[in-house]
């Protein structure tokens, strides 16, 4: 047994990588652009080459993978990545197990975050939570009774595509009202330009709420409302005792003040006491490191 692992996280717009020890300590990573434009065997060489990269002549044991999407082994191809449909083609993933040369674990990015920010924050106060992605879509995984919950076939947890209006703004994914079509990164932006008539990004935004702007306030209070709305219906369906929540999306500080409130009057049934959100620890490495906790299970190092 080698003394190294890799975890990959597999992005639209970028590959990372990085490599682990056995005690679960981060010796490097790199990104690179994916390259998506420039077809399947350029993202497989772009993979391979960030992971050449952080191994630095390292012998490792296994590697892990997170991939937008949810993998289907005997298709050999991923389900449920609109943002980028070069992915959904069957032959990424064989590919790449062919050209690395060591076992190679496959689960969804949402929950490769799930497991990595459990063990960061919340594995001594929570034992059911929901890690929540919020970027250029909204994944998110699930944590029940401290282990990762896949569901029937791998694609628990999908509350990003759960329905908020069924008549309401078309999502990428070909459905009506999906929680994504409302608080993705380009949905947010999107909204705010059909407001204000101004095109910028989710910082400006804020900014503009924090000098009273209307239509920034319009935005971010009825987001805050949604987001509330949707995570009480998973506190509700799944008795989830915390939310997590990871991604660029997710660096916007009124998540923290605002959402709480909508999310917490909610709540039915048994008294639960506060329901936290909580802003991820680990940043955007938090995918990546997950990713390679699944080359830990794999081991035998990890369990969950």
Known sequence: ?????????????????????????????????????????????????????????????????????????SDDRLYGSPHTPLYEKPGLI?????????PLIVENDANCLAIAEYFASCETDYKHVLAVILGTGMGSGLILNGRLHRGSQGGAGEIGHTTIDLNGRKCQCGR?????????????????????????????????????????????????????????????????????????????????????EHLNKHLFGIPRGEIPVIKAKLGDSAGVIGAAYLALRHMGIMDF
């Not at 597999?10 to 590959?15: A, E, I, M, P, S």
């Not at 064989?94 to 060591?102: A, K, P, S």
Request: charged share 25%; aromatic share 6%; proline share 4%.
């Open 1 to 73: 047994m080698t003394d190294y692992v890799i975890g990959i996280d597999l992005g639209g717009t970028k590959v990372e990588a990085c490599l682990l020890d056995t005690q679960r300590n981060c010796i490097s990573r790199f990104r690179h652009p994916s390259e998506v434009s420039q077809g399947k065997d350029r993202v497989v060489e772009n993979i391979l080459s960030v992971v050449h990269r952080v191994a630095d002549g390292k012998p490792f044991e296994a590697a892990g993978i997170g991939t937008p999407g949810t993998y289907r082994e």
């Open 94 to 102: 064989r590919t790449l197990r062919e050209r690395l040369d060591v």
């Open 176 to 260: 009506r009202g999906c929680a994504e079509a409302y608080l993705s990164g380009p949905s947010l932006t999107r909204r705010y330009a059909e407001l204000s008539g101004d095109e910028i990004e989710l910082e400006e935004i804020y900014q503009r709420y924090q000098s009273g702007d209307p239509h920034a306030s319009r935005l971010l209070n009825d987001s805050c409302r949604i987001m509330g709305e949707v995570f009480a219906n998973a506190v509700n369906s799944l008795d989830i005792e915390a939310i997590i929540l990871g991604g660029g999306v997710s660096q916007c500080p009124v998540w923290y003040e605002k959402v709480p």
